[in-house]
């Protein structure tokens, strides 16, 4: 048996269905149109979605201050200012190791890609001048991993952590190398033994970027 509609019927039928897709239409468009918003937002600049974890990387921290063309090693009680010098003779050194520990002319500076080096009295006669006399006294025997703190000449800190120690004689001048400037190093040398200037005891350290810098902002190459 078939069900026959009139016309009437007919009609009032095909106006509720045209009314309910038109009802389903309206729905999804307002679905879509969050869905976009939702997306949108979500966009990391790039027209694609962040991949899962991703943050956006913090700006940069900025370098700590504190008196500038100075050196401290708080776990040996080392605090002193560095000295730059232009001549590479004995009088200059002299000279200059009486109000500091001294910056070897031509090595790296502070925080730069080669070896910073610096030197400084373990001992010294007591008639000579000067306050620094002792200042590396307790390099000696320094344990690997040590912080070493020093600043440039605008006061920017950066923290160096000793890699190694060595006793090398007075003519090594191997100790000097820059190395190809592919690591950022920081050589400190005084005499050794203690009360004597038969041979230099060296302490290798590298420079910390993380605690330099700051986690997840490493300085631009």
């Known amino acids: 048996m078939k069900l ?4 009437k019927q007919y009609f009032i039928v095909m106006a509720a269905l045209g009314a309910v897709i038109i009802a389903g239409g309206i729905v999804f468009a307002r679905w879509q149109g969050q869905t976009d918003i939702v997306l949108t937002s979500n966009m990391n600049g790039s ?3 962040p991949a899962s974890g991703d943050k956006p990387a913090p700006p940069r921290i900025p370098l700590e201050k504190g008196t500038p063309d100075h050196l401290v090693i ?3 009680k080392i605090d002193a200012p560095i000295v730059y010098i232009d001549g590479a003779d004995e009088k200059t050194f002299q000279d200059a190791l009486t109000k500091g520990v001294v910056h070897y002319p031509d090595t790296a500076l502070p925080g730069e890609a080669g070896n910073m080096y610096i030197f400084g009295h373990s001992s010294d006669y007591k008639w000579k001048p000067g306050n620094y006399k002792q200042v590396f006294k307790p390099l000696v025997d320094i344990p690997i991993g040590t912080v070493v703190r020093i600043t440039n000449h605008e006061g920017k800190l950066f923290i160096y952590k000793v890699t190694e120690t060595k006793i090398v004689g007075p ?3 191997s100790v000097l190398d820059q190395q190809n400037n592919e690591r ?4 400190l040398q005084t005499s050794w033994p203690v009360g004597t200037a038969l ?3 060296v302490a290798v350290s590298e420079l910390d970027e993380e605690a330099t810098y700051g986690p997840q902002n490493p300085p631009p190459k």
């Not at 950022?184 to 050589?187: D, E, G, M």
């Open 4 to 7: 026959r509609l009139s016309k």
């Open 47 to 49: 027209g694609k979605l």
């Open 74 to 76: 708080a776990d040996r």
């Open 171 to 173: 003519k090594d001048t």
């Open 184 to 187: 950022k190093l920081l050589t």
């Open 199 to 201: 041979k230099r005891f």
